[in-house]
């Protein structure tokens, strides 16, 4: 494993750990199909929530959200439809959600979280 | 807190409006966007605001954030709104006291690396936050002495963003920078040095000098090259009274304006002597979005001098004839209307001809006289009408300057009559908007304000208009002139003898030949 697909695969981890924390009933981790992927699919009063996780080691390239952009969310909400397809019915209303994950060597992480992004 | 607000002042012409900046923290995707009909250089402002924001030690949040910038209906222009900006997004994202950002109006630019670089309009502006009963502004230290101009207002002024962030109680740290100064002050491009006592052999030229300063009467010379037209028209700011505070402040604010810096409030009356090449716009102000004052708004409160003019193309002689008349400027464009202030002295200079040898006493003129026709028509007959005083300014003979310095008046012995001169007009028209003689309405004059000094003392202009050797607004032109004379001889009313000698300045006599 690569070291970034490590560090992506820990932040999901901990992203995972905090939404659940928070209160999400997580359906769904990594699915796939061959437009892409859903890092985390939860729900969360009543709604279906999409997540993307992004991890950072730092923020020398910039924040993690500013990662996100308007032909990713694009694609989110693509994969979004496809996975209801593919589930039969969603739960209810969908939404999608950011966390991003920052990992600094020797420190705690920070993990910031944007309900519905759009 | 995810709403924060701060104030900045938006200007159109002269006056300014106080614009609220709002920023809003959403829980969305990073981005900045800024509406509220900013200009291109305000929408620049984001990433200056962010890069300097971060290089502060104070970034933006990576969320939404929108500035709002109210009303959303007036144009607003160029890179002043920046701090305001900045400070009202760090409010929103809780990096400083909101209460204490919404108190303030803000004014500046932001270089990337934070510190605050000095803005044109910075007097105009505080005038306006100051009349819109704002306590306290902060603006960039290079400006902050401009600023202190106006009174009544605190000052703050700040180099960087990080200094001003720590003065509205937000934790940063701040790092000594040097400060970005302001471009030194430019002096207007004919200082009115030089004393009327330099003046050789030209009593009449001085004595009518005088009289148009004291009356605020436009002037117009004539003569061959090498009189000494331009060296009479620069002596006449220096003859001129002091400014008053409000009007010094209107000066140093045009100067503001048009980006030439302002030293410090000078009570000296400014002088601009625009060349003959200058166009419409470079005169009368201008621009497409931001309007700009032009050198007759630059003049206002003191003197307009158009050397050699008619070189300059009759378009442009010709726009400045409303403002002669209203005293202010209106520049009307698609988005708004500024208005300056216009009311300046006009001097026109010219030659007689193109040769410039012609004289009232026929000398050796080499120009056909169609030739010469054309080049005095130049100069329109509504835009010579609106002068006052015109002064044939001859070429001087040998005896004229041998002559010693005795009987030549200084500068300092002028301003004494002409401020005294003043004084008197000024008591008699004490009850009406006016001060001076040339201000005064042509129906005031005959009618309300009883100026008529009897029949005895106009028995010879009385009879030039029955033989329509003059026009009734030449009458009242040789009236008005007349008082000044009169004040300036503190006589309490215009004799024969004054309404003569006006009459003989109010023409000079180049066009009848």
């Known amino acids: ?118 | 807190m995810p709403v924060a607000r701060t104030r900045s002042v938006a200007l159109l012409g002269l006056s300014g409006s106080i614009v609220e900046v709002e920023a809003d923290l959403g829980s969305q995707l990073p981005a900045f966007l800024v509406i509220g009909l900013p200009d291109a250089a305000i929408g620049e402002s984001r990433e200056r605001v962010r890069a300097a924001a971060a290089n502060s030690g104070c970034p933006l949040p990576a969320r939404r954030l929108t500035v709002n910038l109210s009303p959303a209906t007036l144009p607003k222009h160029g890179s002043g709104f920046d701090l305001a900006i900045a400070i009202a997004c760090l409010a929103a994202a809780g990096r400083l006291d909101p209460g204490s950002a919404g108190a303030l109006v803000h004014l500046g630019e932001l270089g990337l690396d934070g510190r605050l670089r000095p803005t044109d309009g910075v007097l105009p502006a505080v005038l306006a936050a100051r009349r819109a009963g704002v306590q306290r502004v902060m603006v960039p230290a290079a400006n902050a002495a401009e600023a202190s101009l106006v009174g009544g207002i605190e000052v703050v002024g700040v180099a960087s963003l990080a200094e001003a962030v720590s003065w509205h109680g937000g934790d940063v740290e701040v790092v000594a920078v040097d400060p970005v100064l302001a471009a030194q002050p430019l002096e207007p491009p004919l200082v009115h040095s030089g004393d009327l006592a330099d003046v050789v052999g030209n009593p009449e030229a001085v004595a009518a000098l005088i009289a148009a300063a004291a009356g605020g009467h436009h002037l117009g010379l004539y003569g061959p090259p090498g009189a000494g037209k331009t060296m009479l028209a620069s002596r006449l700011p220096g003859i001129l009274p002091d400014l008053g505070l409000d009007q010094s402040l209107e000066v140093a604010s045009l100067r503001s304006l048009s980006g030439l810096g302002v030293g410090g409030l000078s009570t000296r009356p400014p002088f601009e002597a625009p060349h003959h090449t200058a166009s419409a716009a470079s005169i009368i102000g201008g621009g497409g979005r931001l309007i700009r004052p032009g050198a007759a708004a630059r003049a206002s409160h003191g003197v307009l001098f158009l050397d050699e003019a008619p070189e300059f193309p009759t378009s442009v002689l010709d726009v400045l004839r409303q403002p002669l008349e209203s005293r202010s400027i209106s520049i009307h464009r698609a988005s708004a209307i500024a208005s300056f202030p216009a009311s300046f002295q006009l001097v026109l200079a010219a030659n007689p001809c193109p040769c410039g040898q012609w004289s009232p006493k026929g000398e050796a003129c080499t120009c056909a006289p169609s030739v010469k026709r054309r080049y005095l028509s130049r100069i329109s007959g509504p835009l010579r009408d609106r002068l006052d005083l015109e002064l044939w300014v001859p070429r001087l003979t040998t005896t004229a300057t041998s002559e010693g310095a005795a009987g030549r008046v200084s500068s300092a012995e002028a301003r004494r009559r002409v401020e005294l001169a003043r004084a008197v007009a000024a008591e008699r028209y004490r009850q009406t908007p006016w001060r001076t003689n040339a201000e005064v309405p042509r129906p005031w004059l005959r009618g309300a304000g009883g100026m008529h000094p009897g029949s005895r003392a106009t028995v010879a202009i009385d009879r030039a208009l029955e033989r329509g050797g003059l026009t009734m607004r030449g009458y009242d032109k040789v009236l008005r002139l007349a008082w000044t004379l009169a004040d300036l001889d503190g006589a309490g009313v215009p004799d024969g003898e004054h309404v003569g000698q006006a009459n003989v300045l109010r023409r000079a006599p180049l066009w009848a030949a």
């Open chain 1, 1 to 118: 494993m690569s070291h970034n697909a490590e560090l992506g695969r820990l932040g999901e981890d901990l992203a995972a750990a905090h939404l659940e924390a928070r209160g999400f009933r997580l359906i769904e981790r990594n699915w796939r199909c061959r437009h892409g992927e859903i890092d985390v699919v939860a729900a969360h009063r009543a709604c279906t929530v999409f997540i993307e996780v992004k991890t950072r080691a730092g923020d020398r390239f910039g924040h993690p959200f500013e990662a996100i952009t308007a032909a990713k969310l694009a694609r989110l909400r693509r994969l979004a439809a496809m996975w209801c397809e593919a589930k039969g019915a969603a739960a209810g209303p969908p939404r999608i959600d950011a966390v991003a994950v920052l990992v600094r060597p020797g420190e705690a992480a920070v993990i910031e979280h944007l309900e519905g992004i759009g």
